[in-house]
């Protein structure tokens, strides 16, 4: 059971705006950053947001991070086809000394 | 741009040892900052960290496998190993080596393309 929550499915219209929550049960994390992944069918994980909000750059303003108390948003505005593809977020758990990752939330593109 | 690939056996045996290497460029881990982790991930599942080296050598493991496992590194090859005892069928996973950003604490900015690793008799 992880210690980050996210919904197992999300789904959306091309150009519409779809959020994914990563929720922390845990409140060793509370304060820790959080990063989102973005994994495309069959590839390696992508960073698409670190630090809570900051975008690496090569990633479309598209994608916003944010956070509020103990859960974490990552937000897709302008829905693309290439979007589709599973999303994860992550941060570090002091209790736990560990990184830890949400279990994962897959994007589909209707 | 950072590269990584992850090198090593396919197929291991329940109980036998895992060695695995992660070979990368354009950057060293002699550099201040700098760091390298592990990540799986079994088929069809979610991602899991299991280790993390620094430039100074400084290594984090994953609490629930720290155990089994060493990373170590070689600055003069670019090479980061991770070995892991007593290897089960549920160890089945692609496993990734990826870049840790410079200053950021557990945040992987680059990856290698995995390996999958099958665990069977």
């Known amino acids: 059971q992880s210690v980050l929550t996210q919904p197992p499915s999300a789904s959306g219209t091309p150009g519409q705006r779809v959020t994914i929550s990563c929720s922390r049960s845990?409140?060793?994390?509370?304060?820790?950053?959080v990063s989102w992944y973005q994994q495309l069918s069959g590839t390696a994980p992508k960073l698409l947001i670190y630090s809570n909000d900051r975008r690496p750059s090569g990633v479309p303003d598209r994608f916003s991070g944010s956070r509020s108390g103990t859960s974490a948003s990552l937000a897709i505005s302008g829905l693309q086809s290439e979007d589709e593809a599973d999303y994860y977020c992550?941060?570090?758990?002091?209790?736990?000394?560990?990184?830890?990752f949400g279990g994962g939330t897959k994007l589909t593109v209707l | 741009q950072i590269t990584l690939k992850e090198s090593g056996p396919t197929v291991v045996k329940p109980t036998q040892t895992l060695t695995l290497t992660c070979t990368f460029s354009k950057f060293s881990l002699s550099a201040s900052g700098e760091g390298v982790g592990w990540i799986r991930q079994p088929p069809g599942k979610a991602l899991e960290w299991l280790a993390l080296?620094?430039?100074?050598?400084?290594?984090r493991y994953s609490p629930s496998l720290k155990s089994r496992l060493t990373v170590t590194k070689d600055t003069s090859k670019n090479q980061v190993v991770l070995t892991m005892t007593n290897m089960d069928p549920e160890d089945t996973a692609t496993y990734y080596c990826a870049h840790n950003r410079n200053g950021f604490f557990f945040t992987f900015d680059f990856w290698g393309q995995g390996t999958l690793v099958t665990v069977s008799s």
């Open positions: 845990n409140s060793n994390i509370g304060s820790s950053p």
């Open positions: 992550a941060a570090w758990d002091g209790g736990l000394s560990g990184q830890v």
């Open positions: 080296i620094f430039w100074d050598d400084d290594k």
